[in-house]
């Protein structure tokens, strides 16, 4: 039986790993790491809507209260955004998310989120590890209490303030929304702020379904064909499109130009709108386009370039008071909000963004100044034990040029980042979560975009 580690968010495998006595070591790891640290205040424990999640939520909690803690445990599955959220809002130890987020029903997860609300870093996660064992509970008189919370209230009221205090309003009730939670836990969440915002809102998976209909809740382009289709439909009688993923922490946007927007044009036109009554840098991972950084300059802002994996958006965002962070795979938060990605939030912030006018319009104008960007990437099988000598191997590997055009930097932040003459780039870097190279590409066009990945994978094959 493979270890238990924890990558980019936490904890996954499938559920012949992610077991009940393993989730029971999970929990007493954080129980010890929180008394040695002298954490000692309630915790909370949240869950996505898989089929064995209340129950691996569950045997958690019963963990941490044998150790003494008070326990906070959601009241249903809910998005995992809320727990942070109730963390930082409730000032407790910190909370456990039993959550796989966008991977398949067979598969579980666990993440630590600590007191601020924010994703852990290694060194807590480290220290979580090396504190691995069998549940040690204190005597019974000793014992916390269990009970059930409503994480979403709270939530959404802190959402529908902070998004009238960048926007000046929260008036949706001109725009029509359809939202699809590929029956994760976003469902009577997302949809229910929008509503309480004014939108009317046409509803797509938003009933409970732990097979998530047989597929994965993945909120990519090939998994949203029916919202696509709705909101490109001139007579669909909707504005704009939102989805979510399993456990709601990222989100997707459909409009009725572009279909599916990419998510580097909607971070990019989510920054323009934040900079029109706001001033702030930006925080992107290394594998987020460089448009990011043109609409920075044209505002006389800055860019901070951090390594995949929201921990290190959420640090940097600490570190610099930025306005905005976020990731190319659709997770972003903003100042004055708890540094966790969040697809709730996000999608409250994205319909009123599309009611003071269309973001295909804002897209456009971007473009328009900017200059056309396109991204993409792909995967390359590596196994997880592989990846290291992979790494080291490509360091030796780096070419003179890709195909075509001179490297003229390389970048070491997360993998190899090729930055090349002519202003496109290509980096391979390991997945956190998946046995695989990840190799993206950003260039002018399509056409470019598949030679430089064409050209990435040329380059990593032959050494894994």
Not at 20 to 31: I, K, N
Not at 242 to 247: E, K, L, S
Not at 337 to 353: S, W
Request: proline share 5%; net charge negative; charged share 30%.
């Amino acid at each position: 039986m493979e270890t238990i580690s924890f990558g980019t968010d936490g904890w996954r495998a499938t559920l012949e790993e992610f077991t009940a006595p393993r989730v029971r070591m999970v929990g007493q790891a954080v129980a010890t790491y929180l008394t040695d640290t002298g954490l000692e205040r309630p915790v909370a424990v949240g869950y996505d809507a898989r089929e064995s999640s209340r129950g691996f939520a569950e045997e958690l909690a019963r963990v941490l209260c044998a150790n003494g803690f008070d326990v906070l445990l959601s009241d249903r599955d809910r998005p995992t955004p809320l727990v942070a959220h109730a963390i930082a809002d409730r000032d407790l130890a910190g909370g456990l998310v039993i959550t796989a987020s966008h991977n398949p029903p067979e598969y579980n997860g666990v993440k630590f989120i600590p007191a601020d609300g924010a994703p852990a870093l290694p060194a807590v996660t480290d220290a979580i590890a090396d504190r691995l064992a069998d549940p040690d509970p204190l005597p019974e008189s000793e014992h916390g209490t269990v009970r059930d919370v409503d994480f979403a209230a709270p939530h959404a009221d802190a959402a529908l303030e902070l998004a009238e205090s960048i926007t000046g309003g929260t008036d949706l009730s001109e725009l029509s929304v359809a939202y699809d939670a590929m029956h994760g836990s976003g469902r009577d969440t997302t949809d229910a702020v929008l509503e309480r915002a004014g939108a009317s809102v046409e509803r797509y998976r938003c009933e409970r379904d732990p097979e998530f209909g047989g597929g994965s809740p993945e909120p990519a382009a090939e998994n949203l064909e029916r919202l696509i289709e709705t909101v490109t439909d001139d007579d669909g009688g909707v504005d704009l499109g939102i989805a979510n993923d399993g456990d709601a922490d990222r989100i997707a946007i459909v409009t009725p130009e572009r279909g599916y927007l990419d998510e580097n044009l909607f971070f990019a036109a989510l920054y323009d709108f934040l900079l029109e009554d706001a001033s702030g840098a930006a925080v992107r991972t290394v594998s987020t386009t460089y448009l990011i950084d043109r609409v920075a300059e044209a505002h006389g802002e800055s860019v901070r370039e951090v390594p995949v994996g929201f921990k290190w958006v959420a640090e940097a965002m600490a570190d610099g008071d930025a306005l905005v962070g976020g990731e190319e795979s659709g997770g972003f938060t903003v100042r004055g909000h708890v540094r966790e990605k969040d697809g709730v939030l996000m999608a409250l912030l994205a319909a009123l963004m599309h009611a003071e006018a269309p973001l295909d319009d804002r897209v456009d104008r971007l473009l328009a100044e900017h200059g056309t960007v396109v991204q993409d990437k792909r995967s390359v099988d590596c196994p997880d034990d592989e990846k290291a000598r992979v790494l080291a191997a490509l360091e030796d590997a780096i070419p003179d040029t890709v195909a075509g055009t001179e490297v003229e930097d390389v970048n070491t932040a997360d993998g190899f980042k090729l930055l090349l003459a002519d202003g496109s780039w290509l980096l391979v870097r390991p997945s956190g979560t998946e046995p695989v190279l990840r190799v993206y590409a950003e260039a002018e066009d399509e056409e470019r975009v598949g030679e430089l990945l064409e050209a990435g994978r040329e380059l990593v094959t032959p050494l894994v």
